[in-house]
């Protein structure tokens, strides 16, 4: 399973923060590296519930429950924390109800049968 873009050619000397939603049809990874400034990532749903995922290494990967991949309860925006888990400036990114230049990726989740993050 290929899991979409390889990670930034040196990678391991990387000072920044690369993050990526991967939707298949039956679930929705988050993943990417980061510096070692940057060690949480919260990710905040419509129905007021979080989830904190902490780097392995400098890797995050996590994967959105299922009972967060409906529009009620759907991915609202994903935050990056410091080490006193203060908001980063400028690190938070939000996924609109309505469609992106990326739907369906950053849309409904998971995909409709036959879709892929492609589809327009």
Same mark, same amino acid.
């Given at each position: 399973?290929?899991?979409?873009?390889?990670?930034?050619?040196?990678?391991?000397?990387?000072?920044?923060?690369?993050?990526?939603?991967?939707?298949?049809?039956?679930?929705?990874?988050?993943?990417?590296?980061?510096?070692?400034?940057?060690?949480?990532? =919260?990710?905040?749903? +419509?129905?007021? +519930?979080?989830?904190?995922?902490?780097?392995?290494?400098? @890797? @995050?990967? +996590?994967?959105?429950?299922?009972?967060?991949?409906?529009? =009620?309860?759907? /991915?609202?925006t994903m935050?990056? %924390?410091? +080490?006193?888990?203060?908001?980063?400036?400028?690190?938070?990114?939000?996924?609109p109800e309505?469609?992106?230049?990326?739907?369906?990726?950053?849309?409904? /989740?998971? /995909?409709?049968?036959? %879709?892929?993050?492609?589809?327009?």
């Amino acid at each position: 399973m290929a899991l979409g873009r390889c990670m930034a050619k040196g990678y391991d000397r990387n000072d920044g923060l690369i993050l990526f939603l991967y939707p298949t049809q039956g679930t929705a990874l988050v993943y990417g590296s980061a510096a070692e400034r940057y060690p949480e990532l =919260e990710l905040h749903y +419509a129905d007021g +519930a979080s989830q904190r995922v902490t780097p392995t290494g400098r @890797f @995050f990967l +996590a994967e959105i429950p299922r009972d967060h991949l409906q529009r =009620e309860t759907r /991915l609202l925006t994903m935050t990056v %924390r410091d +080490a006193e888990g203060r908001e980063i400036p400028n690190a938070r990114f939000s996924f609109p109800e309505t469609g992106t230049a990326a739907s369906p990726c950053y849309r409904d /989740l998971p /995909l409709s049968r036959g %879709r892929t993050c492609g589809d327009g």
